[in-house]
């Protein structure tokens, strides 16, 4: 699987959309963007995932640049409740998901 | 659909003892899958069953781990012969397929610690 690369944390305005960034240059034709997050004490959570095109559903926007080099996982009006760390994985296998340290949102009032 | 539970949700036991651990996946969910994580890190594959079958198993899982799913419902990790550094919080999913990818779904996960 490509490996990612995602900054260690972020800080987001409560109501502002967060844009959280992901490169993964090294990503091959046959491999997908998953991104998952993990609220404090509790099992991660999937929120979206996507192959080349952008891709929205009732939790977040996916953004996949035309190279699929990298993505931006979008949190339209962040709440407090969205404060966790997000995990964006590359994979072409969907039974075997390789997280790494992913970035660990703050949403502050 | 209430989701997948994981029993106990916290252990704590003395090194060299055996613990095990409880897996319902969401019903009719023909994959599971088990993950460790350790402090401050993502959770890292251990083994996935499709229904009753074990098709992988990461090199993590020593000879110490065994996991089964006997009728393709709910699963068990085994943990023998504890050591201090088996202490991690084990997760398990299960998956349904959604268009032509899985979506693999997280319990709360056990707390082991080992003393």
């Known amino acids: 699987d490509a490996k990612t690369t995602q900054p260690p944390s972020m800080d987001c305005a409560e109501g502002r959309a967060a844009n959280l960034p992901c490169n993964h240059s090294?990503?091959?034709?046959?491999?997908?963007v998953y991104w998952y997050r993990q609220i404090h004490s509790q099992g991660p959570q999937y929120i979206i995932h996507?192959?080349?095109n952008n891709e929205t559903n009732e939790m977040a926007s996916l953004i996949i640049t035309e190279d699929r080099k990298s993505s931006t996982l979008i949190l339209p009006h962040a709440t407090l409740r969205d404060t966790a760390v997000y995990y964006c994985?590359?994979?072409?296998?969907?039974?075997?998901?390789?997280f790494g340290a992913g970035t660990t949102v703050t949403v502050r009032a | 659909d209430t989701g997948v539970s994981q029993d106990p949700r916290h252990k704590i036991t003395k090194r060299g003892q055996n613990v095990t651990f409880r897996c319902d996946p969401i019903?009719?969910?023909?994959?599971l899958y088990w993950y460790r994580q350790t402090l401050g890190q993502g959770p890292e594959f251990l083994t996935y069953?499709?229904?009753?079958?074990?098709?992988?198993k990461s090199r993590l899982l020593s000879d110490r781990f065994s996991a089964e799913r006997p009728k393709g419902s709910f699963s068990t990790l085994e943990i023998q012969r504890t050591e201090q550094g088996d202490s991690a919080m084990y997760l398990c999913a299960s998956s349904s397929i959604e268009g032509v990818r899985e979506t693999q779904y997280f319990g709360p996960g056990t707390r082991l610690l080992v003393l």
């Open positions: 996507g192959l080349k």
């Open positions: 090294t990503i091959s034709g046959n491999e997908y």
């Open positions: 994985i590359v994979t072409q296998n969907d039974y075997k998901l390789s």
């Open positions: 069953f499709q229904n009753e079958a074990q098709l992988e």
């Open positions: 019903s009719e969910h023909n994959r």
